[in-house]
């Protein structure tokens, strides 16, 4: 009799962790990402950072703003004015956040990532002048993933065989 409750203990867990699974599958496959190579070339800047300040909530569209520190430039360096840095030149204020169309979009004050950017557009307002927007999805920092996104940079591939330009 234990052995038939175990049997069915089993099947429950098999299950259960199935449905987890298909379900894991269906909510990534309802963001997809563009491949790595298409969100590099899209974006004008991409820098590594890290998270110092939320701020600029807006409760209406649930998006905000960030300031956040910068550690390395990959690309887009130059496009950096003066109007943009703040606080001694090495944060920026970064905007985007929270928004539906980016699939990896939420950052907590001292996370540290790999941001896509571009400029603010101007229809934006005057609110958002000297801010830059994300344009895809955030990277986690992993060598691996510094690693292929420098290769997108300089227009090489990626170090392991096999491996286009993904996330």
């Not at 190579?37 to 960030?66: F, K």
Request: with cysteine.
């Amino acid at each position: 009799m234990g052995s038939h409750r175990t049997l069915a203990s089993g099947r429950t867990v098999l299950l259960v962790a199935g449905l987890l699974v298909a379900l894991g599958h269906r909510c990534a496959a309802s963001c997809p990402e563009r491949e790595l190579e298409d969100r590099e070339e899209e974006a004008n800047i991409v820098l590594t950072g890290t998270v110092d300040e939320i701020i600029n909530m807006d409760p209406v569209h649930n998006t905000y703003s960030c300031k956040v520190r910068v550690w390395r430039y990959l690309k887009g360096k130059t496009n950096i004015n003066r109007e943009i840095l703040l606080d001694g030149g090495n944060k920026l204020m970064i905007g985007g956040f929270g928004n539906p169309g980016i699939c990896d979009n939420q950052v907590a004050t001292g996370d540290t990532r790999i941001f896509f950017l571009n400029p603010a557009k101007e229809d934006m307002g005057p609110e958002h002048k000297n801010e830059l927007m994300l344009n895809s999805s955030l990277m986690r920092i992993t060598l691996r993933n510094l690693e292929d996104v420098e290769h997108c940079v300089e227009g090489k591939q990626p170090l392991v065989n096999g491996i286009t330009c993904l996330s």
